[in-house]
């Protein structure tokens, strides 16, 4: 924050005088989780619904999964539900077990999946589009929708791939005692792709009313909350933004129905970032940010309904 806002302590004030009222909102009532339905080592598959045709959804793991179902008005979990669908929840659990990226897709997400007993609907949000594509190679998937998925890693550019790689020669020493990387050592990798808006999101709370810092406090919990990565999943990621690389394990794609969701706004997974070029038919642009396209005021109409429709077709 003191190096966006420089010499302007006018400003610097503001920020802080911002981040001062999003320490002090109430915290919102911690929610139940859903049912467990299986489980395979620490991760397990957690049913939303009791009926409707199965579909997977894969949250990041960097993140808790709550902003798939964050509350009232703000639960795509919930719209799906209605829709006819049952959505079945993939939960990496609080405690990370010691596995790079593809260890988790082969064992873990692919058993759990196939455990099913069909191919089924999926849908990886971030990180865990990432994760979905691979595993619906083994075939457990009838087709995928991806949300703000990164794919093509050298789409970051190379100032954003040399911050990411920054951070991650500061972190890594001190995630090594520990085993995993925790949010606090994941957070600045975040605020290192764009400083400034972090800068003008809280700034721009600072003339916000209760209410609108509420909503604020419940999205930043969910930002700044979540289990930590293990260190062998955060070197496989940092390794992929120093190669550039295409995918995780390769750029084979299945052969089935995709929907690739792109967040024209976001930040965290930029454009360039994505599966697919503009004009791709399996391409949906959407105005919004990365949590805004799930969770923000127009993400019924901009991103809900077509998703569900493609689902449904």
């Not at 792109?262 to 391409?283: E, Q, S, Y």
Request: aromatic residues 6%.
């Amino acid at each position: 924050m003191q190096a966006v806002c420089g010499d302007d302590r006018a400003r610097l004030a503001r920020v802080l005088a911002a981040l001062a009222r999003y320490q002090q909102a109430p915290p919102p009532p911690p929610r139940a989780a859903w049912p467990e339905l299986a489980r395979v080592g620490g991760v397990a598959l957690r049913a939303g619904a009791e009926r409707g045709q199965p579909l997977v959804l894969v949250p990041s793991l960097i993140n808790a999964p709550d902003v798939l179902d964050l509350g009232p008005g703000q639960s795509l979990a919930a719209h799906l539900a209605a829709a006819g669908f049952r959505p079945l929840l993939v939960d990496w659990g609080l405690q990370p077990e010691p596995l790079g990226l593809a260890a988790l897709v082969d064992e873990r997400l692919v058993p759990l999946i196939a455990g099913l007993g069909e191919a089924v609907p999926m849908l990886g949000y971030c990180l865990g589009g990432t994760l979905a594509l691979a595993a619906a190679r083994a075939g457990v998937a009838s087709r995928l929708a991806l949300l703000a998925a990164p794919w093509r890693f050298g789409g970051y550019g190379d100032a954003g791939r040399a911050a990411l790689g920054q951070w991650w020669q500061q972190a890594r020493p001190l995630a090594e005692p520990l085993g995993a990387v925790p949010m606090d050592l994941l957070q600045p990798a975040f605020w290192s792709l764009d400083p400034a808006s972090l800068v003008a999101k809280y700034e721009r709370l600072a003339a916000a009313d209760d209410a609108a810092v509420a909503g604020f406090a419940r999205l930043e919990d969910w930002a700044n909350g979540g289990a930590p990565i293990s260190l062998a999943a955060a070197a496989d990621l940092a390794g992929l933004f120093e190669a550039g690389a295409h995918g995780l394990g390769g750029d084979a794609l299945p052969a089935i129905p995709l929907l690739d969701v792109v967040a024209m706004a976001d930040r965290i997974v930029p454009a360039a970032a994505a599966l697919t070029d503009p004009g791709d038919a399996r391409r949906l642009e959407i105005m919004g940010g990365h949590v805004g396209m799930v969770v923000g005021g127009r993400a019924p109409e901009r991103l809900w309904a077509p998703l569900t429709r493609w689902l449904q077709a």
